[in-house]
């Protein structure tokens, strides 16, 4: 069993930065492709970044492309969510998950809620305006 664990979240301006990051446990995180997803109150969770079990591939949802950036530490077991220019659109809990599956997954694949076996329990972000 994999356990994932968020942290980085808070309240913050817009046009600010955060910094999420998720810590897993286990010895075989660096086989994992790796998802950031969030949810806002009333809304569905919505696909945010995801990575390669590599890093070598990254996923994006048009809604943060050119304000987020995913990337991983494969010896730290972490990946992390770089997020700047924050709109309060933003405003969520966001939730990192992990594909177990070893396989690269197509575009579809990293954006689909179903693909991922495992799920932190989210931290909140807020972004005021």
């Known amino acids: 069993q994999v356990q994932l664990v968020e942290s980085g979240g808070g309240l913050v301006q817009a046009g600010g930065s955060l910094r999420l990051s998720c810590a897993a446990s286990?010895?075989?995180?660096?086989?994992?492709?790796m998802g950031w997803f969030r949810q806002a109150p009333g809304k569905e969770r919505a696909f945010v970044a995801a990575t390669s079990w590599s890093g070598d591939s990254a996923y994006y949802a048009d809604f943060v492309k050119g304000r987020f950036t995913i990337s991983r530490d494969n010896a730290k077991n972490t990946v992390y969510l770089q997020m700047n220019s924050l709109k309060p659109e933003d405003t969520a809990v966001y939730y990192c998950?992990?594909?177990?599956?070893?396989?690269?997954?197509?575009?579809?694949?990293?954006?689909?809620?179903?693909?991922?076996?495992?799920w932190g329990q989210g931290t909140q972000v807020t972004v005021s305006s």
């Open positions: 998950a992990a594909d177990r599956s070893g396989f690269r997954l197509t575009t579809a694949q990293a954006m689909s809620y179903s693909t991922y076996d495992y």
């Open positions: 286990g010895r075989t995180f660096r086989t994992y492709a």
